[in-house]
Nanobody, 113 residues
Framework: QVQLVQSGGGLVQAGGSLRLSCAVS????????IGWSRQAPGNQREFVAR???????VYKASVQGRFAISRDDAKNTGYLQMNNLQPEDTAVYYC???????WGQGTQVTVSS
């Protein structure tokens, strides 16, 4: 079966960095784009970044220049590098495969001020 297993995340002070990983199995990863969303307490899930297969990477305006999405097809893994984290970035982060209903389990990112 298709699985997206996330790792990384945790607690960091404002200005710090974290890298999230999303390991994909059960599907030919290189055939799909990858995306990241997040959900803060009391809020709806929101788009963060996406990397279409062969297309242009797109970011949420508030993370542009701080976050970077990438992938390693040899490792079947996608990444979200998050730099200069701010308290408003606190949320549960989810990876997903574009054009599918496959999502990771979510990982908590907490940024203290």
């Amino acid at each position: 079966q298709v699985q997206l297993v996330q790792s990384g995340g945790g607690l960091v002070q404002a200005g710090g960095s974290l890298r999230l990983s999303c390991a994909v199995s059960g599907i030919t990863f290189r055939n799909y784009g990858i995306g990241w969303s997040r959900q803060a307490p009391g809020n709806q899930r929101e788009f963060v970044a996406r990397m279409p297969n062969g297309g242009n990477t797109v970011y949420k305006a508030s993370v542009q220049g701080r976050f970077a999405i990438s992938r390693d097809d040899a490792k079947n893994t996608g990444y979200l590098q998050m730099n200069n984290l701010q308290p408003e970035d606190t949320a549960v982060y989810y990876c997903y495969l574009l054009g599918t209903t496959y999502w990771g389990q979510g990982t908590q990112v907490t940024v203290s001020s």
